[in-house]
């Protein structure tokens, strides 16, 4: 398989800006490279890096205020996911799509969120990537809260790309969060 460079992609952009605010010229075209995965390096750190990289642009897309179908693009049109606000498994894109829609509309977001021991499992075209989430979200009175998840989230390389085809969000009870956590 044969994957863009996520991480080289963002210092391209960032490096591209740069030079364009100080007005220098840019070339029409910048390689931003790209990966080549087989059997052989499917280990390779870069595959957890990429992973993590698509996972961090999902929650950029959200913080910058994008559409929630931005948000969910990286998701396979068969996602499914379990959480905590729901007492059956959301089945499929479309579904997630539309209860995140509804509540965006009620005003309150993610401000700030990020995930510490991560760790990444790769098989083949599959990625488990693991890790715990710890962040704050705003209500749309500007109250905020901690939030803290043991979260899971399973890709497949689909037509050459990392897709979300399955995410667990487990909330970690205010009990168990240490005072990093708590308000």
Known sequence: SITQNPVGIGECVVNSLAKAIKGEKLPKIIDTGYYWYDKTN??????????????????????????VAEQNAV????YTEFNSDYPVRIDGKATNTALYEAQARSGG???AGDMM???????GDVAI??????????????KTNNNA???TRVYAKIDGQWK?????FAPVPPRYRTPYFSH
């Open 42 to 67: 499917m280990n390779d750190p870069k595959v957890a890096a990429e992973v993590i990289a698509v996972t961090r642009a999902a929650w950029a897309a959200e913080a910058q205020g994008k559409s």
């Open 164 to 168: 979300l085809v399955h995410a667990n």
């Open 129 to 142: 990537l693991t890790y715990n989430f710890v962040g704050v979200s705003q209500e749309k009175d500007g």
């Open 117 to 123: 021991n991560a760790k990444v499992q790769v098989y």
């Open 149 to 151: 998840a043991k979260s």
């Open 109 to 111: 977001k993610s401000i």
């Open 75 to 78: 998701l396979a049109d068969d």
